[in-house]
């Protein structure tokens, strides 16, 4: 089974010869950066952010090479993923249904309830940096940051509702660009201490920190979107193998792009928090914190230059979600449904993917007033905490089966890599687990 290769109003390269990748990559290196910059700044959001600036403020350098191994290991499964989808000709959820219908059963749950709490947690993000920037005096603070949240909501909701994947993709690469921009700037304010930085490099467990290292690590650049990544390759018009090395080029310069960007925030939290024994919220009120220190030491324009990089990092992942995960929601549907690959309902702006952009931006909005419901909490801990593993072990599956040419299939080295990431996101999913029913 095979896609459909967008038409030419969608797709940068319609034709999906092998010729063409290799040309595109010796003529315009950069210009294969497109779905995996989409995939590395959606999966960057406010809470990672924070992780990182926490685990900067707590442990200083330490954890540095935590944050170097996440990267790594995202390179490694989002080129699985990758690789899946160009050499096997199927999407990553006609991957799970190959496997049993078990696949369904943990996916359909989880998607439904992700996507009401995400979505809720999302448009909070976004909200907070511009209740910062516009402040209104004489409203309370928690119904203006409820307007604006549904506000963000709805605008991210116009611009996937309507928008094709080229335009949605050149929105993602600006937002990731001005975040960029913006923090590793102002980590370059902080001095950086380099001899510090590389002595991070060397692997090292502070006490009690075992977890945390690992939470680190796998909060590096997205979850559920990582599986994305193969429709946004189709809906760029990369179909066929004869991609693949432009892929793999892809992925890897996005993710090096997201280990500076991460990298520069744990610079922040070291020299802005560590050295002052500092610390902040480990919400996302925490990057509201940070801005306010910011302000101190280097003056408002900095502060408030801050908090636009902390919405461009929480918008971006927002609209990557809106767009990616709907595309996912749409597949799911349609393969239960047996429509058939390329049917116009499992594409952007196909019927299920708007159901789903609807699902993430109006149900949600109603927790904004009720809160979450401690049953919603624990199912959505619960769901979430196993995806990684989830993830990484149906790529092990996945990537060894026949539905994959000989030549595309994992070696050993390939295997063993695969199956310590598995481990280490089992392990780290079991203490999500028992920290989701122990928090509600």
Request: aromatic share 12%; net charge neutral; proline share 4%.
């Amino acid at each position: 089974m095979s896609e459909e290769t967008p038409s030419r109003a969608d797709a940068d390269q319609p034709d999906d010869s092998p010729a063409t990748g290799e040309q595109l990559i010796s003529v315009k290196k950069w210009r294969v950066i497109g779905p995996g910059l989409v995939v590395a700044g959606t999966g960057v959001g406010a809470a990672d952010l924070v992780a990182t600036l926490t685990a900067g403020s707590n442990y200083g350098y330490a954890l540095l090479w935590a944050v170097v191994l996440g990267v790594l290991m995202k390179i490694l499964l989002v080129e699985g993923a990758g690789r899946f989808s160009l050499a096997s000709g199927l999407t990553i959820f006609q991957g799970w249904r190959s496997l049993g219908r078990w696949t369904t059963w943990y996916f359909g749950p989880y998607i439904v309830i992700w996507g009401i709490v995400y979505g809720a947690s999302a448009m909070t993000s976004a909200a907070l940096p511009v209740v910062e920037l516009i402040p209104i005096d004489g409203l309370d603070e928690a119904t203006y940051r409820n307007i604006v949240a549904a506000g963000t909501g709805v605008l991210g909701f116009l611009m996937v509702w309507f928008g094709r994947y080229k335009t949605f993709e050149r929105i993602v690469s600006s937002l990731v660009l001005l975040m960029m921009v913006i923090v590793v700037g102002i980590s370059l304010f902080a001095l950086p201490n380099v001899p510090a930085m590389l002595a991070g490099l060397i692997p090292q467990v502070p006490d009690g920190a075992v977890v945390y290292v690992l939470g680190v690590a796998g909060g590096v650049g997205g979850t559920i979107t990582l599986a994305a990544y193969g429709y946004w390759l189709r809906e760029k018009g990369w179909a066929a193998a004869g991609w693949m090395k432009v892929m793999r080029l892809d992925n890897t310069m996005a993710y090096v792009v997201t280990g500076i960007f991460v990298i520069a925030v744990m610079v922040m939290g070291v020299e802005l928090l560590y050295s002052a024994n500092l610390a902040i919220s480990t919400d996302q009120s925490g990057l509201v914190d940070l801005a306010d220190v910011l302000r101190q030491r280097y003056g408002d324009v900095i502060g408030t230059v801050f908090l636009v990089g902390f919405w461009a990092a929480a918008f971006s992942s927002l609209v990557g979600v809106w767009n990616g995960v709907s595309l996912m929601f749409a597949d799911f549907v349609g393969t239960l449904r047996g429509l058939p690959s390329g049917h116009p309902d499992l594409r952007t702006g196909g019927r299920y993917f708007k159901w789903y952009v609807a699902w993430l931006t109006f149900p949600p909005m109603l927790l904004f007033l009720l809160g979450q419901p401690t049953g919603l909490v624990i199912a959505y801990g619960a769901l979430g905490a196993l995806f990684m593993p989830f993830l990484a072990i149906t790529l092990l599956g996945l990537l060894n089966s026949s539905s994959m040419p000989q030549q595309w299939r994992n070696g050993w080295l390939g295997n063993t890599l695969l199956a310590v990431v598995a481990l280490l996101f089992v392990w780290l999913g079991v203490d999500q687990l028992i920290g989701a029913f122990q928090q509600a």
